[in-house]
C-alpha cells in the first residue's frame, strides 16, 4: 500500500511507502489470548507450564463455549492451528511469558538410579512414569514430586526400570507405578510394557492414571488426529470399552498436555498419594474423647 505526497514545489508528485500502523487485529487478538490463557494456566498458586500446555489453554480461552457446556461430552478440535499459535509466540517472546517452561536443552538421559543412590536403598511404595517427557518436566517444576512422596520419571528415560529402582519397589511390598499417558494406542499400550518390563516380580501394581478416549470426551479436551485406520499396538485393555477403541482406530488422540496444568497438577497429587486422612474438628475430637478411657463419656 502506498501514499501521495502532496504536490512538490516543482510540479508532480512523489511515492513513499505507506507508515506502519503494527500488527494487524488478528495479531493483537491472539497476544491478548496467550496473555490470558498463561494467567489460567498459573492458577492462583503460580503453576509452571510447557509450552503445549500453553497453546492448549489458548484455544480454551478462543473458544469459550467449550468450557460452557462441560455436562456434554465430546472431544473437539482445536480452534488454532499450532504452527499459528507458535508463530505468535515468537513474535511476542517467549521470555514475556510468566510462568512459562524454557525449552529443554537436548541432552543424553542419565539412569534413574544415578543422582541419588540412597533413595533406592529403602522401599519405595510409589512410582509415576510419564509418557510425554515435557510433562514429567512439568511436574518436577512444580514439585509434584515432593508433594505425593514419588519419583517422577519419563518412559523415555526410565524404560526398561532399572535393576534397583525394582527392586526398591519391591521392597515395599505392595508398591504402585502409575502411569500417565495420552489417549492414543501408544499411550494406552504403555502400562503393559511397563508390566512387560518388570517381569515376575511379584508385589508391584502398574496403574492407569489416564487418559483414555473417555477422560477426554468427558473433559471436552480439544483431539488431533492421525492417519487413520490407525494400527493397535497391542490387545487393548480390558476396561477400555468398545466405542473407545473405534475412536482410536479413526486415528483421533488426546495429549495429557491438553488437560488444564491445575487440573493435572491436582489430578495426579490425587491419585498417587492416596486418600488423605481426614481432618481434625472440634466433633472428631469430642467423639474420640468418648473412647479414650479416662473421662469419657456414658454411654448413656
Given at each position: 500500500?502506498?501514499?501521495?505526497?502532496?504536490?512538490?514545489?516543482?510540479?508532480?508528485?512523489?511515492?513513499?511507502?505507506?507508515?506502519?500502523?503494527?500488527?494487524?487485529?488478528?495479531?493483537?487478538?491472539?497476544?491478548?489470548?496467550?496473555?490470558?490463557?498463561?494467567?489460567?494456566?498459573?492458577?492462583?498458586?503460580?503453576?509452571?507450564?510447557?509450552?503445549?500446555?500453553?497453546?492448549?489453554?489458548?484455544?480454551?480461552v478462543l473458544s469459550p463455549a467449550e468450557t460452557l457446556l462441560t455436562r456434554i461430552p465430546r472431544t473437539p478440535a482445536p480452534p488454532l492451528r499450532l504452527r499459528?499459535?507458535?508463530?505468535?509466540?515468537?513474535?511476542?517472546?517467549?521470555?514475556?511469558?510468566?510462568?512459562?517452561l524454557p525449552p529443554a536443552r537436548p541432552r543424553p538421559p542419565a539412569a534413574p538410579d544415578s543422582s541419588e543412590p540412597d533413595v533406592y536403598a529403602y522401599g519405595?511404595?510409589?512410582?509415576?512414569?510419564?509418557?510425554?517427557?515435557?510433562?514429567?518436566?512439568?511436574?518436577?517444576?512444580?514439585?509434584?514430586?515432593?508433594?505425593?512422596?514419588?519419583?517422577?520419571?519419563?518412559?523415555?528415560?526410565?524404560?526398561?526400570l532399572a535393576p534397583r529402582l525394582v527392586a526398591a519397589l519391591e521392597r515395599a511390598e505392595g508398591a504402585t507405578v502409575h502411569v500417565l499417558h495420552d489417549a492414543?494406542?501408544?499411550?494406552?499400550?504403555?502400562?503393559?510394557?511397563?508390566?512387560?518390563?518388570?517381569?515376575?516380580?511379584?508385589?508391584?501394581?502398574?496403574?492407569?492414571?489416564?487418559?483414555?478416549?473417555?477422560?477426554?470426551?468427558?473433559?471436552?479436551?480439544?483431539?488431533?488426529?492421525?492417519?487413520?485406520?490407525?494400527?493397535?499396538?497391542?490387545?487393548?485393555?480390558?476396561?477400555?470399552?468398545?466405542?473407545?477403541?473405534?475412536?482410536?482406530?479413526?486415528?483421533?488422540?488426546?495429549?495429557?498436555?491438553?488437560?488444564?496444568?491445575?487440573?493435572?497438577?491436582?489430578?495426579?497429587?490425587?491419585?498417587?498419594?492416596?486418600?488423605?486422612?481426614?481432618?481434625?474438628?472440634?466433633?472428631?475430637?469430642?467423639?474420640?474423647?468418648?473412647?479414650?478411657?479416662?473421662?469419657?463419656?456414658?454411654?448413656?
Open positions: 500500500m502506498t501514499t501521495r505526497r502532496p504536490q512538490a514545489p516543482g510540479g508532480g508528485t512523489s511515492i513513499a511507502p505507506a507508515p506502519r500502523t503494527g500488527r494487524g487485529p488478528g495479531a493483537r487478538l491472539l497476544d491478548l489470548a496467550i496473555t490470558g490463557a498463561a494467567a489460567r494456566a498459573a492458577g492462583p498458586g503460580g503453576i509452571r507450564f510447557t509450552e503445549r500446555q500453553l497453546y492448549y489453554e489458548t484455544c480454551r499459528t499459535f507458535t508463530r505468535a509466540l515468537e513474535a511476542r517472546g517467549r521470555e514475556t511469558v510468566e510462568g512459562l519405595l511404595p510409589r512410582l509415576l512414569v510419564c509418557q510425554d517427557r515435557s510433562i514429567a518436566r512439568m511436574l518436577l517444576s512444580n514439585h509434584v514430586h515432593l508433594e505425593a512422596g514419588c519419583p517422577v520419571l519419563a518412559a523415555i528415560d526410565a524404560l526398561p492414543s494406542p501408544e499411550g494406552i499400550e504403555l502400562p503393559a510394557r511397563i508390566r512387560a518390563t518388570l517381569g515376575r516380580v511379584p508385589g508391584i501394581r502398574v496403574a492407569s492414571i489416564g487418559l483414555v478416549p473417555r477422560h477426554a470426551a468427558a473433559l471436552r479436551l480439544p483431539t488431533g488426529r492421525g492417519p487413520a485406520p490407525a494400527p493397535p499396538l497391542g490387545p487393548w485393555p480390558p476396561a477400555l470399552r468398545p466405542q473407545e477403541g473405534m475412536w482410536l482406530a479413526r486415528g483421533r488422540f488426546a495429549q495429557v498436555a491438553a488437560v488444564s496444568p491445575p487440573r493435572l497438577v491436582r489430578t495426579v497429587l490425587r491419585l498417587t498419594r492416596g486418600p488423605r486422612p481426614p481432618r481434625n474438628s472440634m466433633w472428631s475430637e469430642l467423639r474420640g474423647l468418648r473412647t479414650t478411657g479416662f473421662l469419657t463419656w456414658p454411654a448413656s
